[in-house]
């Protein structure tokens, strides 16, 4: 093979600095330098450059980087109507009495503990939950997974991978699924205590929105567990959310009639809304009257 | 829910263990948690970028809140076909070179485009020169050589970030390379005439 030219020599320099030619043309290239005065000075002068730019000092950012740009997002987080978060306090005492009341099992061994009030609900919390405002949008529970869950809300958590009442893997027939949806600007941090494992839902289920689904045992809670939404603020970790308690089956309770529905007619239970036909973005809260059972709410 | 789906779930105080896109799933789900941990692993080399491009700090500051408003709007979009570095840092150099042009037109007398004055940069030295001579770049080869030289990017991240070709990368590195060596001498032979 020929050696190269100075031209061809000098346009190759940046890749042999960076070692991104291949072997052989590194090796002309490096040929032609030794017996080249200018193509060598030419190289030398740029990789001392180089040298120079690595060594240029950085400044570190500003320590409130963080706080700058957390208060330019704020006021997007602001926004959301008092009757929206009246509607959800509303909608979370409901929830609250009713995730206390009923729990049941698949087997039919399962027994009711009596509906848990709501000063019962608070009583064996932190006092920082129990003093927190309520700002979570919905909280709502179905008693059979997802079965219950109206369609556009099963159809897009089963999308998701989460909430896939269907396949035997997913939840168990025993539990209850809640789904937790809140403004997406709020941007609750979710802690949850056993036997709570709350997970984001992928889309959110309600667009603007950030849902979260959990499964709730009633075969492994102990009496007073809880589960809490919170939101971290500065280093802290703020409680200034809701607190659901979960009241597990007590023995001696009378028993739930066993559930000898099949799911093919649990889910005809899923009432028809106009919600079904498209996207929603109908209030959350309603979904907790939408997964009632008649009669509790 | 199945087991796994629960057990890729991130308690907060967790979150410095999280990969990048798992963050970028959290954040996008509404978790603040989860974007400050992306904000503090990124915004360092965010503002170290801007910087060197700019050659201005607060310029740099700026850019690094312009830049973590815009991902936190862009969640939603983030598709994971380059790493969240990479797709950061996309951003960053898009909105450095942005704010250079944006600076520029607005730029008064005396002022060089990389931010500073003439005389306060050559009072710094070779550090000084060497900023001078980045600053008369055109805004795209100063990032090109910026990430190449002074952050260490690979040709392949780099044409990610900038649209174009790891080859485009060589070709258009060589040209800026030339033109920041025969700037530097320039501004070098004037400081050492008498």
Redesign the interface.
Known sequence: MRPPTCREAS?R???LL?G?LAPSDADRIGNHLEGCGRCQGEYE??AS??R???A???????PD??A???A??APRRVRQPVAVLGLAAAALLVAVAYMGGRPRTDAGGGHAGPPLQEGAVTAGLDSRVRSAQPRVFSVATTPRACLRLPRHVAQRTHAA????SA?P???APSGR?IVIV?P?A???????LPPF??????P?VEPG???????IDPGTGEPGSHLAV???VGDD?SVESVSIAYQPALPGEPADPPDTRTEEEDTSHVRPTPEDAGPVVAPMPRLVGDLMPSGLV | ???S??A??V???MMRLAEDTRLV??A??????A??EL??RH??AV??AA??ILGD?DA??DV??DV??RV?GALPTFRGEASVRTWVMRIAVNRSISYQRWAARRRSPGLTEAGGTRNARASEG??GA??EALGSLRPVERAL?VL???R?HS?EEIGDMLGCSAGSV?VR??RA??R??RE??KLTEEAEAP
């Open positions: 346009s320099l940046s890749l960076d991104r002068a740029l450059l180089r120079a730019l690595e240029l000092p950085t400044p570190e950012p500003r980087a963080l700058r740009t957390r330019a997002l991978g989460v909430g896939d396949a893997s997913g939840l699924a809140c997406s709020l941007a609750p941090d979710v802690a949850t494992g709350l997970q984001p839902v992928l959110a929105t950030a849902s979260y689904s959990a499964v919170t939101r971290t970790l | 829910v199945t087991a789906t629960l890729r779930a308690p907060p105080g799933e959290l996008r789900s509404g978790s603040g948690a974007f400050d904000f503090r915004h360092g503002h170290a910087y060197h700090r740099a500051d690094v809140q973590f408003i936190h070779a550090d060497l900023r050589i190449r030289d002074v260490g040709y060589g590195l060589h390379r030339t920041l060596r530097y001498s």
